[in-house]
């Protein structure tokens, strides 16, 4: 499969992934934006040795983007299966990132797979697919944002094990940095610390602070010569906001680690 | 003509004693969102706020001109109490207007690593240090600022003995932060140093009184001193109710009397000039007791007799109130009072705002036919090829089937939304010569309704007021049951403004209302035109600590708080309470009833 996927793990999110899978019961992991979830997902694939699918969910997503449909070639027409047929068949991981973001019918094919039953009902063709044993449902949200009016349905959140992520612990979150960045670790510890400061403004100044993804940007665009103070504006600040004054104090934040 | 060679000579010696630099004068309220926002950042209490200090009287050393001109005696120094972070109001101390801002940005960041100073040298070398360690950005800027602060210091060849030694300190533990542990004492204070916070002064400690205070009225004027500092404030323990009581017959006094010839046109007149005399002093003693020495006579003036006012319904509810100091709910703490006016007469719009409204009601009408495309009909505007498709695939095909096309259809919008007013006694405040704020609220509050019978989103209309816990008023403007007409619009242009703001019990009921409203998206919006406030303890953090919680359960319900308020200064406190995008603020009032449906449609079509 693919290379070798960096993870550090939070807490002991490994051992209770573990666990569902020998247990054939589906996931569902929660957390802020770029914390690290996807990467998740990717690295136990590899650990399980089994292939991930990966459905990005939005407003428009029905559910035969999920089961399949079919298509039409010049000898007539043929069935294709969807990402999420395909993983029960093969027995991979489907993880379906931002969950809420599907509407709510399209959430209800997944109810008969999630359960003990373990079965896909495919309603063009008319059939029920019994789920590879290896076969595993991992969906992923995060709470903070527009929850108030996306929220699952609590019919679906009672299917799953669920997990917490938030962003790591400073020293971990600079492990990463340095492992994906190549950055040297002075500079790695200041952008977390910024980070964290950053974290500190979240819900009610700025709608979501700073993520590991975007830290690993700047560290990024730093190591391969860009201006710190630079990087940290256009890859810490002006992502999160677009408020004049905003933007101007978060400079001034910046300007306390890196000065121009 | 004396009193002309007078100012020019006050003139002349104030600018020669003066250090400071007016052209590269920063002002604190230019920069207070940043500040607070930065403070916030670094580690600060998010419910602080940042206000101006006020002026302290140091015993320092003075140069003969700064004695003749008598300037130099007082200073703004940066401290913190409870709930504020004191700043000076503006900055001039150097030549360099960035050096200026630079040192507002430094002061909160030592403030938002020491939220106390107990010992005042160690202290802040402690923070500067660990400061310039964490932090090494800051490092330029703080050797800038120490350098140009030690220049503005008293020469070191002014001074004396100790005072000498005292000042060496002093500079040295500016310029290497850290090294210095012991001040050596010498006499009066050491010159302040403008980049080192100082301890909360003593006096502004408030005196806490159990009484429950009266309802005052006799305001000087509904409008505000804009001066930008702040007096020092004393509170003075007069809770005695024995002062001033003879305890002797009265016919035992002697008594004489003379005849004395005064002039006291001018005395009568003393309201004019008590903030000229506030100004002048430097401890204003503020007593617990609003009339002092009258007698007492405890019942509100303030409420309507009750023929006069709107219909109590019911008994009144309960509702529970958070206390942040003790970092508890209690319960049925306030007495919500549900009132109806029943006497208003039936009233058609406003003249002056069917202009308006005709054009609003046809915006919103617009919403009503929102389209979305519905698929497998058997007639429609295109074909539905995934339906074709899937028939042609069936193994056995239904022939009597035809739903191959897919036409579009009007959206269906499940929508309900509860406009909360503030009717407190502030809205009666005037914004031009005929308008007050209330007229703008009822005329929002009209428009309002206007346009939402046109999109035919569900909705209610409430206003509110308080005094004290024990009524907080709750005016039922349009039930969410009842239908908007002539009947509702006159029970809205009877509302009057009185009392004061106890937001969070309000929000608690809007809440309870609006849950039971079955609708996909539920929206409160409240109009505010300032802080919650009431005559108990709640004001000042208390009423924004019990408001936010009230939101955060308003939100857990799944509604969807928003805020659209006429008070400039909002953004400090809204964004706490609100959250990021849970508010506008409206710049200029008269422009409020058409702000307030933009954002309607604003929040009501993001997730269509």
């Given amino acids: ?121 495919i309603g063009q063709t008319g059939e029920t697919i019994k789920a590879h044993d290896d076969f595993m449902l991992v969906v992923s949200y ?62 009610h100044d700025i709608e979501e602070a700073a993520s590991t993804r975007l830290l690993i940007y700047a560290a990024m665009m730093i190591n391969s010569g860009m201006p710190a103070k630079e990087a940290c504006m256009s890859c810490l600040a002006e992502p999160i906001s677009d408020d004049k004054d905003t933007l101007a104090a978060i400079e001034r934040i910046i300007d306390t680690y890196f000065e121009s | 003509m004396e009193e002309l060679i007078g100012k020019t000579w006050h003139r002349l010696i104030c600018q020669t004693s003066q250090h400071e630099n007016e052209t590269a004068r920063i002002h604190l309220s230019d920069l207070s969102w940043p500040l607070t926002l930065f403070y916030r950042a670094l580690g600060g209490h998010p419910g602080k706020k940042i206000v101006p200090a006020y002026a302290t009287r140091f015993r320092h050393k003075r140069r003969l001109i700064q004695r003749i001109a008598g300037t130099d005696q007082k200073h703004f120094i940066s401290w913190q109490d409870e709930e504020h ?142 001066s930008e500092s702040r007096k020092m404030a004393q509170r003075i323990d007069d809770r005695k109710q024995t002062d001033g009581l003879i305890v ?10 003379e005849q004395a010839d005064l002039d006291r046109s001018q005395i009568d007149d003393m309201d004019d000039d008590l903030i000229s005399v506030a100004e002048d002093l430097d401890i204003v003693s503020v007593s617990r007791q609003r009339r002092s020495g009258m007698a007492k006579l405890k019942f509100d003036l303030d409420l309507p007799a009750a023929e006069n006012d709107d219909l109590p319904l019911g008994e009144g509810i309960r509702l529970p109130e958070w206390d942040y100091r003790k970092s508890k709910l209690i319960e049925d703490y306030c007495l919500l009072q549900p009132m109806l006016a029943d006497t208003v007469e039936p009233t058609a719009l406003p003249e002056h705002l069917s202009n308006i409204a005709r054009k609003l009601k046809k915006r919103f009408s617009i919403l009503q036919t929102q389209r979305s495309w519905q698929r497998r009909q058997t007639f429609g505007d295109e074909i539905d090829l995934d339906a074709w498709l899937q028939n042609t695939t069936q193994p056995v095909r239904d022939i009597n089937r035809q739903d191959y096309y897919q036409s579009q259809i009007t959206n269906q919008r499940d929508i309900a939304c509860l406009l909360l007013a503030d009717l407190s006694m502030s809205t009666d405040a005037m914004i031009s010569e005929e308008k007050n704020v209330i007229d ?76 039971m409203q079955a609708a996909k998206q539920r929206l409160l919006m409240v109009i505010s035109d300032g802080k919650p406030n009431d005559i108990d303890q709640y004001e000042g953090r208390y009423g924004i600590e019990d408001t936010r919680r009230a939101i955060i359960e308003a939100k857990k319900q799944g509604l969807q708080p928003f805020c659209v308020t006429i008070d400039n200064q909002a953004h400090d406190y809204l964004s706490y309470l609100f959250g990021d995008n849970g508010f506008a603020i409206v710049n200029d009032v008269s422009k409020l009833p058409l702000i307030l449906p933009r954002q309607y449609l604003k929040l009501t079509t993001m997730n269509a």
């Avoid at chain 1, 997990?163 to 940095?177: A, G």
């Avoid at chain 2, 002797?248 to 009397?257: D, G, H, I, P, T």
């Fill in chain 1, 1 to 121: 499969m693919q290379n070798n996927h960096y993870y550090l793990p939070h807490n002991r999110e490994i051992n209770i992934f573990n666990f569902a899978a020998q247990n054939r019961l589906p996931v569902l992991l929660k957390g802020p934006t770029g914390c690290g979830k996807t990467r998740f997902v990717e690295h136990m694939a590899e650990k399980l040795n089994r292939p991930v699918y990966t459905v990005a969910c939005h407003d428009d997503l029905t559910a035969s983007d999920l089961v399949g449909r079919y298509l039409l070639n010049p000898e007539g027409t043929y069935w294709q299966d969807g990402p999420l047929t395909r993983a029960v068949k093969e027995g991979g991981i489907c993880y379906l990132d931002e969950v809420v973001e599907a509407r709510k019918d399209t959430t209800v094919v997944l109810h008969p797979l999630s359960d003990h039953r373990r079965v896909l009902s």
């Fill in chain 1, 142 to 203: 995060n709470p903070g944002y527009q929850n108030m009016l996306k929220g699952l349905k609590p019919s679906t959140r009672q299917r799953f094990v669920a997990m917490s992520f938030d962003y790591q612990k400073p020293e971990n979150e600079m492990t990463i940095i340095c492992q994906e960045s190549g950055i040297n670790k002075e500079t790695a510890k200041q952008l977390v610390s910024l980070a964290n400061d950053l974290r500190r403004l979240n819900d």
């Fill in chain 2, 85 to 226: 972070l004191n700043l000076p109001p503006s900055i001039a101390y150097f030549e360099d207007a960035t050096l200026n801002t630079s040192l507002y940005y430094w002061l909160t960041a030592m403030s938002a690593k020491l939220p106390s100073v107990d010992h005042w040298f160690e202290d802040n070398q402690r923070i500067c240090a660990e400061l310039l360690k964490e932090r090494p950005g800051l490092k330029k800027t703080y050797h800038k600022l120490a350098k140009a602060c030690i220049d503005k210091r008293p020469l070191l060849s002014e001074l004396q003995n100790n005072e000498y030694e005292r000042e060496i300190a002093i500079q040295d533990a500016l310029l290497k932060p850290g090294n210095h542990h012991t001040l050596p004492i010498a006499k009066g204070d050491p010159f302040p140093v403008w980049i080192w916070l100082y301890p909360a002064p003593l006096r502004a400690v408030p005196v806490k009184t159990d009484e429950q205070l009266e309802s005052g009225s006799n305001k000087q004027s509904s409008k505000q001193n804009s």
């Fill in chain 2, 248 to 257: 002797f017959q009265a016919e035992s006094l002697f008594s004489w009397s």
């Fill in chain 2, 440 to 515: 703008v609220i009822k005329d929002t509050l009209l428009l309002f309704a206007e346009a939402m019978t046109d999109a035919g989103d569900q909705f209610g209309i409430y206003g509110f007021s308080s005094v004290k816990n024990t009524q907080v008023r709750y005016h039922i403007l349009k039930n969410f049951k009842e239908t908007y007409n002539d009947m509702t619009r006159g029970r809205i242009l009877a509302t009057r403004p009185g009392f004061y703001t106890r937001m969070g019990a309000a929000i608690r009921q809007s809440t309870q209302i609006l849950s």
